[in-house]
């Protein structure tokens, strides 16, 4: 953990540095708060940040070096990538393809992911598993899913 | 006053009206159970179902979704580490874990069990003691909001197990999140970068998906071997009668404290859990326990959370202003019902309130009844291979994630956030202090710059108030008390 204590205290430094820059940048509204303003709570924020992210680095010169031969990420991090990759391009079609297409193709696309090949599964899961919860969430619940350029 | 009541007990079980009660409480825990749907949500979405019904039917439908959904939020949170609704964010520490070592069933029955018990005790209070709560709410102005929120936020050092210094990074990670978006006070854009999304910052339910749900597919996802299966082999067993009675001092601590948060103005169940399982864990024999999957940390924010139920509704049905959102829904339908909340709603309505009453006492043992009924079904989730289990949660998380405000961006937030978790979990940084601070970040600013204004740039606030003096002693107490344990620990 040695290392990977010393990466995470650097990247919460920078954002700590980085917030605290920002907080220069704030102005004054028309509202005006003449005592602690917009600027003073992320402000503290951010030093607090810094502070304890010094204090992280601080004890990772201490700390053992146990587990820093062993790689962070296992053999599978392509899985959880791909998993994000899918869900960003979720993200994406939901609008034009609406929620059933794209729904049915994001679950497809992760038991692709998994490695599944028995057709049954890859056909029945994405489809019944869309319904159902196209079904519970906009009948049912009747919150507003995206209907895209098919309707659907 | 027991007139009433009993009265009150035959309309809720009348066939007129019980009915109402029983599809209410099971629609809440299918709700809850939901990621994404809080009980906020499911008690606006039948809101307009209710506004031709008859008054004491309407009020109990929409109480038993309350009940319900606030303890249908540990069942995923249990099963999936994803908590169903934001109050359920502590019972994922020793919930889930209980759940992987083959404990599901257990772990199921007491957070029914505890839930009935913070829901019951909620109610009696409310019964017995509601214009005494309300007075005790009632002195609660700026700076006692931001002291209980620096209390709140003092549990971060005790939620973040061995890694303190972690925990506490993760927590002003939260509190920078929260920050984002215009100002409580001036309105003034804090780290928006000219994006209309983000003007009204982050909203809870996608980041907690994130951070919980899809972090955690992710992790599974890079753990899964083709011929990797599920630990199917739990005990079945749920909570005995045994173990039942020794959590009670727990249960009903937490229950307690339950309804007296809830009786506060803007602190809802959210708070409560976090608030309740820190003491807990605080006054704990084995504090260590806690967050390996012990069961009091299950008991004491599933009692506290819904300890909050009843008394959301002590300065709402008193007062006519609302404890937490549900309540403040709860206030719209009242007044479409044609009911005007306030100390005479007592004396003129008396009818409709203990009906009210006696249905939350009748929801609760429903609540307790489908909660233990449903335990070996809810159990077959964890049998469900993983390589169906995962994309059906991924499925959840996202339309969870889409469904709080109709907005995509937030499931672009939610992916941004599962894959912040991810990496977290990798240098074994807590994700519960993140969600702690989210929730709790604008209480403490907004509050802290409110008793700033009011008292012209001094801080005398901070030793002048009783109340306020109480809740900074006990952020101290808590804080000092958590770094020495870890300490103590790391030295072990």
Same mark, same amino acid.
């Given at each position: 953990?040695k290392?990977?204590?010393?990466?995470?205290?650097?990247?919460?430094?920078?954002?700590?540095?980085?917030?605290?820059?920002q907080?220069?940048l704030f102005?004054?509204?028309?509202?005006?708060?003449? /005592?602690?303003g917009?600027?003073?709570?992320?402000?503290? $924020?951010?030093?607090a940040?810094?502070?304890?992210?010094?204090?992280?680095?601080?004890g &990772?010169?201490k700390?053992?070096?146990?587990?820093?031969?062993?790689?962070?990420?296992?053999?599978?991090?392509l899985?959880?990538?791909?998993?994000?990759v899918?869900?960003?391009a979720?993200?994406?079609a939901l609008?034009?393809?609406?929620?059933?297409?794209?729904?049915? =193709?994001?679950?497809?696309?992760?038991?692709?992911?998994?490695?599944?090949?028995?057709?049954?599964?890859?056909?029945m899961?994405?489809?019944g598993a869309?319904?159902?919860?196209y079904?519970?969430?906009y009948?049912?619940?009747? $919150?507003?899913l995206?209907?895209?350029?098919?309707f659907? | 006053?027991?007139d009433?009541?009993?009265?009150?007990?035959?309309?809720?079980?009348?066939?007129?009206?019980?009915?109402f009660?029983?599809? +209410? *409480?099971?629609?809440?825990?299918?709700?809850?159970?939901?990621?994404?749907l809080?009980a906020?949500?499911?008690?606006?979405?039948?809101?307009?179902? @209710?506004f031709?019904?008859?008054?004491?039917?309407?009020l109990v439908?929409?109480?038993g979704? /309350?009940?319900?959904?606030?303890?249908?939020?540990? #069942?995923?949170?249990?099963?999936?580490?994803t908590? +169903?609704?934001?109050?359920?964010?502590?019972? *994922?520490l020793?919930?889930?874990?209980?759940?992987?070592?083959g404990?599901?069933a257990?772990?199921l029955?007491?957070?029914?069990?505890?839930s009935f018990v913070?829901?019951? $005790?909620s109610? #009696?209070?409310? #019964?017995?003691?509601?214009?005494?709560?309300?007075?005790?709410?009632?002195?609660?102005?700026a700076p006692?909001?931001?002291?209980?929120?620096? %209390?709140?936020l003092?549990?971060i050092?005790?939620?973040s197990?061995?890694?303190?210094?972690?925990?506490?990074?993760?927590?002003?990670?939260?509190?920078?999140?929260?920050? *984002?978006?215009?100002?409580?006070?001036?309105?003034?854009?804090?780290? @928006?970068?000219?994006?209309?999304?983000? /003007?009204?910052? %982050?909203?809870?339910?996608p980041?907690?998906?994130?951070?919980?749900a899809?972090?955690?597919?992710?992790v599974?996802?890079e753990?899964?071997?083709?011929?990797?299966?599920?630990?199917t082999?739990?005990?079945?067993g749920?909570?005995?009668?045994?173990?039942?009675?020794?959590?009670l001092?727990t249960?009903?601590?937490?229950?307690?404290? +339950?309804?007296?948060?809830?009786? =506060?103005?803007g602190?809802?169940?959210?708070?409560?859990?976090?608030?309740?399982?820190?003491?807990?864990?605080?006054?704990?024999?084995?504090?260590?326990?806690?967050?390996?999957?012990?069961?009091?940390?299950?008991?004491a924010?599933?009692?506290?959370n819904?300890?909050?139920?009843?008394?959301?509704?002590?300065?709402?049905?008193t007062?006519?202003?609302?404890?937490?959102?549900?309540?403040?829904?709860?206030?719209?339908?009242? #007044? =479409?019902?044609?009911?005007?909340?306030?100390?005479?709603?007592?004396?003129?309505?008396?009818?409709?309130?203990?009906?009210l009453?006696?249905?939350?006492?009748?929801?609760?043992?429903l609540?307790?009844?489908?909660g233990l009924?449903?335990?070996?079904?809810?159990?077959?989730?964890?049998?469900i291979?993983?390589?169906? =289990?995962?994309?059906?949660?991924?499925?959840?998380?996202v339309?969870?994630? /889409?469904?709080?405000?109709?907005?995509?961006?937030?499931?672009?937030v939610?992916?941004g956030?599962?894959?912040?978790?991810?990496?977290?979990?990798? $240098?074994?940084?807590?994700?519960s202090?993140?969600?702690?601070?989210?929730i709790?970040?604008p209480?403490?600013?907004?509050?802290?710059?409110?008793a700033?204004l009011?008292?012209?740039?001094?801080?005398?606030?901070l030793?002048?108030r009783?109340?306020?003096?109480?809740?900074l002693a006990?952020?101290?107490?808590?804080?000092v008390? &958590?770094w020495?344990r870890?300490?103590?620990?790391?030295?072990?």
């Open positions: 953990m290392r990977a204590d010393a990466v995470t205290a650097l990247i919460f430094m920078a954002l700590g540095g980085a917030a605290l820059y907080t220069t102005d004054q509204t028309l509202i005006t708060d003449n /005592y602690l917009a600027t003073f709570f992320p402000r503290m $924020v951010a030093i940040m810094i502070a304890m992210a010094i204090s992280l680095l601080w &990772s010169r700390a053992k070096a146990e587990g820093d031969g062993e790689p962070m990420f296992g053999p599978g991090i899985r959880p990538l791909a998993g994000a899918i869900v960003g979720y993200s994406w609008g034009p393809l609406g929620f059933i297409i794209s729904t049915v =193709i994001l679950n497809l696309a992760i038991l692709l992911t998994f490695g599944v090949k028995k057709i049954p599964l890859l056909l899961l994405p489809i869309t319904l159902i919860i079904w519970v969430f009948k049912l619940l009747t $919150v507003p995206p209907e895209g350029i098919f659907l | 006053m027991i009433l009541l009993v009265q009150g007990l035959g309309t809720a079980l009348s066939p007129q009206v019980f009915p009660l029983f599809f +209410g *409480v099971m629609g809440g825990i299918a709700i809850g159970s939901l990621p994404g809080t906020t949500m499911g008690v606006a979405v039948l809101l307009p179902l @209710t031709g019904m008859e008054s004491t039917r309407a439908l929409l109480v979704i /309350y009940i319900g959904a606030i303890y249908g939020g540990s #069942i995923s949170a249990i099963l999936l580490k908590p +169903g609704t934001p109050a359920a964010a502590a019972t *994922v020793d919930g889930h874990q209980m759940a992987s070592r404990e599901a257990k772990a029955s007491i957070s029914a069990v505890a913070g829901g019951m $005790v109610t #009696i209070m409310l #019964i017995s003691f509601s214009p005494v709560l309300a007075k005790f709410a009632l002195r609660f102005g006692e909001y931001f002291a209980l929120a620096v %209390f709140g003092s549990i050092a005790s939620i197990g061995k890694h303190p210094i972690k925990g506490l990074l993760a927590g002003m990670l939260g509190l920078l999140v929260a920050t *984002v978006g215009l100002d409580p006070v001036t309105s003034y854009p804090r780290f @928006t970068f000219n994006q209309m999304h983000l /003007y009204n910052g %982050f909203s809870i339910i980041v907690l998906i994130g951070l919980f899809l972090s955690e597919a992710f599974q996802m753990n899964f071997r083709i011929d990797g299966k599920i630990d082999n739990f005990k079945r749920i909570v005995s009668l045994k173990e039942t009675i020794g959590l001092p249960m009903l601590k937490s229950a307690l404290m +339950g309804t007296i948060i809830g009786s =506060i103005p602190a809802g169940a959210d708070i409560a859990a976090f608030v309740t399982y820190n003491e807990a864990r605080r006054s704990s024999k084995t504090p260590k326990a806690f967050g390996t999957g012990c069961m009091e940390g299950i008991a924010p599933e009692a506290g819904n300890g909050v139920t009843g008394g959301a509704l002590v300065p709402l049905l007062l006519g202003v609302p404890g937490d959102a549900v309540a403040a829904i709860m206030l719209g339908a009242l #007044i =479409i019902q044609g009911l005007q909340p306030g100390p005479l709603l007592f004396t003129q309505n008396a009818d409709v309130i203990y009906g009453f006696a249905s939350m006492l009748v929801g609760n043992i609540m307790l009844a489908l009924l449903g335990v070996r079904l809810f159990c077959r989730v964890v049998e291979p993983k390589r169906v =289990i995962i994309p059906v949660v991924i499925t959840l998380s339309v969870g994630a /889409y469904s709080m405000n109709n907005s995509v961006f937030d499931v672009w939610a992916l956030f599962g894959v912040i978790g991810y990496l977290m979990q990798k $240098v074994e940084m807590p994700a202090p993140v969600i702690l601070a989210v709790l970040g209480m403490a600013e907004s509050n802290l710059r409110r700033v009011m008292y012209q740039g001094h801080y005398d606030f030793w002048t009783p109340i306020t003096v109480a809740f006990l952020a101290a107490i808590s804080l008390s &958590s020495m870890a300490k103590k620990e790391r030295n072990i």
